[in-house]
């Protein structure tokens, strides 16, 4: 493996193999230096949205999945939906908190990359992001469908990655819900009013530290042991990049300092870092054909 260079600024990453970065399929076994094995069809104008369900969780769980996409020519946004005001741990900081932690937030996108302007802020309060699901809620208050929906047809993702949605958090959970749901309608015939975009091409889900459903292993009839079906491998100089920018959200040191533990022993062996994701089917189609066949040997 060659000399690795990293640009922090434009967020690429160049080696002997391309950008350094190795995608695995892994249930199929197979591995490729095309990232197109990660996001299939990938074509020359992309544009990946993260769903972040707070600042810091985008650079946790998909600052590979990042740094990979900006270097295969992608716009990336990050959408962060909370406003950060619980991520306080001493009581003196309560009222600066949601502030700092928008400095934070620049700084930290903008060392792999991400200007200032694609960083998306929806402002819900933390903790309570299932509360705003859907259009409109009781009361006549709107939910972050009315700025979600809106906001991606203007951006025009043509990739979605969304948050855990299993057992990770309450923010998380709802974030996840959103993107499965809101995705498809982002392509979709509704709402003409607000515009139209391409459909989203493809979705995946990263861990900020919890293991993803067993669900779709199962149905797939693979081990409910090993649940991400994807991954990038990547040099060490990469994880050392990701944790530079972990490193500007300050404020969230003590928060997150279990998560960081858990890297050290986790990601990286030897000379490699792994980062792993479970790709979504937002709607999976009820297929008829393998019914034809039962019924047929019924009768």
Not at 95 to 115: D, F, M, Q
Not at 142 to 149: F, Q, R, T
């Amino acid at each position: 493996m060659g000399e690795t260079k990293v640009d922090s600024q434009a967020g690429v990453i160049d080696q002997a193999g391309p950008q350094g970065f190795v995608y695995y399929d892994l249930r199929a076994r197979v591995r490729s230096h095309d990232i197109s094995l990660l996001f299939p069809d990938w074509q020359r104008e992309e544009r990946v949205m993260v769903f972040s369900p707070h600042d810091d969780d985008a650079v946790l769980g998909a600052g590979y999945a990042i740094l990979a996409a900006s270097s295969n020519g992608a716009e990336v946004y990050v959408c962060v939906f909370c406003d950060g005001w619980a991520g306080y741990s001493d009581p003196d900081g309560a009222r600066t908190i949601v502030a700092r932690r928008r400095r934070e937030t620049i700084a930290a996108y903008e060392s792999l990359g991400i200007p200032k302007d694609h960083i998306v802020r929806l402002e819900y309060p933390d903790l309570s992001l299932s509360s705003w699901l859907g259009w409109r809620l009781p009361g006549g208050a709107e939910g972050a469908a009315a700025k979600l929906l809106p906001k991606m047809r203007e951006l025009r993702p043509t990739r979605l990655l969304i948050p855990n949605g299993y057992r990770e958090h309450v923010d998380h959970e709802a974030a996840f819900r959103m993107g499965v749901h809101h995705g498809p309608q982002v392509g979709g015939a509704i709402l003409a009013e607000y515009g139209s975009s391409e459909r989203i091409r493809s979705y995946l889900q990263y861990s900020v530290g919890g293991d993803f459903s067993p669900e779709d292993a199962l149905a797939c009839e693979a081990s409910a042991c090993l649940r991400a079906n994807r991954a990038i491998a990547a040099p060490v100089e990469v994880e050392k990049l990701i944790l530079g920018a972990i490193g500007e959200f300050g404020s969230q040191s003590q928060v997150i300092a279990r998560n960081l533990e858990a890297r050290e022993v986790n990601r990286v062996r030897g000379n490699r870092a792994l980062e792993v994701y479970l790709t979504v089917d937002p709607r999976p189609p009820l297929r008829y054909a393998p019914y034809h066949d039962l019924v047929k040997r019924i009768s």
